[in-house]
């Protein structure tokens, strides 16, 4: 007898979409640059259960060097350093689950978003590309789950990412889907995977999130370029409403993710008999120290170092958005963040990187 059901107690009740669904009667290619994407996945697929060694156990002390995913280093501050190895090794590895638990729920998120896409975007070269990372984030669906159960367990959806995936999922215009998914999402996740593939010496955990990471770049172009073409057809209204959204997405995640790591790391740290107030008051007293030799790219976080740079590159980047985005950002982490006024806001924002694929690998800064 199979046990086998139709609902079972892992999923979630149906969330109603709100969807429309485009047929396109022209076959050809039309948008150069998202064919020669397309053509570019369709080469680069790769096969999880064969392209990665699955058998490796996973090397404890290489998996030290893993990021923990803080804007503080707090690796370097004199109570973690007092901690036992079995501790470290605890609490690098919960929390790391964590990190990637968040990627897992957000693959997933991606997976159906991009599905959506195929169906919704009017043009097909678009289609196209989007059912290639369709195929792509079931596959890193798949590398992550695989982790994580060798690591340790699969932890819940921060209600932040969880939020701002329903939200993208729900609307019915493809574009706030492509803003929502391409940039906010994808840009939040090509920055993570950057930093934890570059930092980390776990080979197994190194390796799946290069080829992970090699995807995401094509996502991201793919993003970039389809949304730079269609946001000069846009009506004013339209595209304030297109960067309303991007702000609203990038708001929730900032606000509430901080609020959730810290709450989540605490958990951890008792989890694993460290005290979080002598942790806390170690972070404090330290903190000039631990910030000097922090990279800057590391101080500006992701939404700043990315999301934003990316806003601007495809005509989403308003005086009007950026005073808003000061704004936040002052309010949540001061001037020294943010700057004084939004000028210094926007000098502040870097440019995306030339080739973002190589920069992914940290072969350019
Ligand atoms: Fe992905
Ligand atoms: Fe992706």
């Known amino acids: 007898m199979s046990d086998f059901t139709i609902e079972t ?13 485009i ?3 022209n076959y050809d290619p039309e948008v150069d640059e998202l064919r020669k994407l397309y053509v570019k996945a369709t080469e680069s697929q790769w096969v999880a259960g064969r392209d990665l060694d699955w058998d490796r156990p996973i090397d404890h002390a290489k998996f030290a060097t893993t990021p923990l995913g803080s804007p503080l280093p707090i690796e370097k501050c004199s109570y973690w350093k007092s901690l ?3 501790q470290l090794w605890e609490v690098t590895r919960r929390t790391a689950s964590f990190r990637l638990s968040q990627f897992l729920h957000g693959e997933q998120g991606a997976l159906m978003v991009a599905a959506q896409l195929v169906n919704a975007v009017p043009h097909t070269d678009a289609k196209f590309y989007a059912a290639t990372q369709t ?4 596959r890193h669906v798949e590398v992550f789950a695989r982790y994580i159960e060798k690591l340790d367990e699969i932890r819940p959806i921060a209600p932040s990412l969880k939020g701002i995936l329903d939200q993208t999922l729900e609307t019915g215009d493809w574009m706030k889907k492509l803003v929502g998914m391409q940039i906010v999402v994808e840009g939040l996740a090509l920055y993570s995977f950057r930093e934890m593939r570059n930092l980390t010496e776990e080979p197994l955990l190194k390796e799946l999130l290069t080829y992970v990471a090699r995807d995401e770049s094509r996502h991201h172009a793919y993003g970039v370029q389809y949304i730079e073409r269609c946001v000069p057809c846009l009506s004013d209204a339209a595209r304030t409403e297109l ?53 800057k790219g590391r101080r500006l976080g992701p939404v700043q170092g990315f999301v934003l ?25 001061g001037e020294r963040v943010a700057g004084e006024n939004v000028e210094q806001f926007m000098a502040h924002l870097p440019d995306l990187p030339a080739d973002t694929a190589r920069w992914v690998m940290g072969e350019i800064q």
Request: aromatic letters at 10%; glycine letters at 4%.
């Open 135 to 138: 195929m792509d984030e079931a």
């Open 9 to 21: 107690s892992t999923q979630e009740p149906p969330l109603d979409t709100a969807m429309q669904v």
């Open 23 to 25: 047929y396109q009667w």
């Open 309 to 333: 740079p990316t806003l601007r590159r495809c005509g989403l980047f308003s005086e009007r958005v950026a005073t808003h985005f000061h704004g936040f950002f002052r309010e949540n982490f």
């Open 84 to 86: 036992s190895e079995e």
């Open 243 to 295: 960067e309303d959204f991007a702000l609203e997405c990038s708001r929730s995640l900032i606000d509430q993710n901080a609020q959730g790591l810290f709450t989540t790391l605490l958990g951890i740290w008792q989890e694993v008999g460290a005290d979080p107030v002598a942790m806390l008051t170690s972070l404090q007293s330290e903190r000039a120290d631990l910030m000097r030799d922090t990279p």
